[in-house]
T-cell receptor, first 115, second 114 residues
């Protein structure tokens, strides 16, 4: 079946502009996660959704970052007034249920470059 | 969440067995151990998960000693295509629980040479 998809695959933007990243989880998966991976670095957790709810937003790097999920499916990660340090690969993952023992299935990521 | 420590990098040759050990001294009773593989420009891919003793699937084996303070991912007879970063992940709490940030860490870069 279809895996997690993300769009766009690549995004180049100018400093100060807003960007919106989209994640389509595997159908039926209730849990959705956003991560960021900077060049040469490991994965940094940003936020997760259980259904449409994001219980903890403390992982978001700054108040320029926001995320939402509607209908228990598609999620968007929005970065306002982008900065060069926001350049990274943004990864989305989903799992069937909300449990740490559940395997997370990752999408291919969106590569963001802020000039 | 239990912090994990892995070697930064590891070189091997085609056909050899690669063993990557992850230390997680503060692992809790309910924690599971999960390993992911990531190729350049791709998202992480689940490899294997275990709780104790040994787990084997078509891709790898995971060895967990009785005290569970470490785990070893074993990749049999690696090929060039196994060149990737391998992440060890330990946790029992829902990811993102208040005050917790789940970070995979730097992972182990495995380079398989001809």
């Amino acid at each position: 079946g279809a895996g997690v998809s993300q769009s766009p695959s690549n995004k180049v933007t100018e400093k100060g502009k807003d960007v919106e990243l989209r994640c389509d989880p595997i159908s039926g998966h209730t849990a959705l996660y956003w991560y960021r991976q900077s060049l040469g670095q490991g994965l940094e957790f940003l936020i997760y959704f259980q259904g449409n709810s994001a219980p903890d937003k403390s992982g978001l790097p700054s108040d320029r970052f926001s995320a939402e999920r509607t209908g228990g499916s598609v999620s968007t990660l929005t970065i306002q007034r982008t900065q060069q340090e926001d350049s990274a690969v943004y990864l989305c993952a989903s799992s069937p249920h909300w449990s740490p023992q559940e395997t997370q299935y990752f999408g291919p990521g969106t590569r963001l470059l802020v000039l | 969440l239990a912090k994990t420590t892995q070697p930064i990098s590891m070189d091997s040759y085609e056909g050899q067995e690669v063993n990557i050990t992850c230390s997680h001294n503060n692992i809790a009773t309910n924690d599971y151990i999960t390993w992911y593989q990531q190729f350049p420009s791709q998202g992480p891919r689940f490899i294997i998960q275990g709780y104790k003793t040994k787990v084997t699937n078509e891709v790898a084996s995971l060895f967990i000693p009785a005290d569970r303070k470490s785990s070893t991912l074993s990749l049999p007879r690696v090929s060039l295509s196994d060149t990737a970063v391998y992440y060890c992940l330990v946790g029992d709490r829902p990811i993102g629980a208040a005050g917790n940030k789940l970070t995979f860490g730097g992972g182990t870069r495995v380079l398989v040479k001809p």
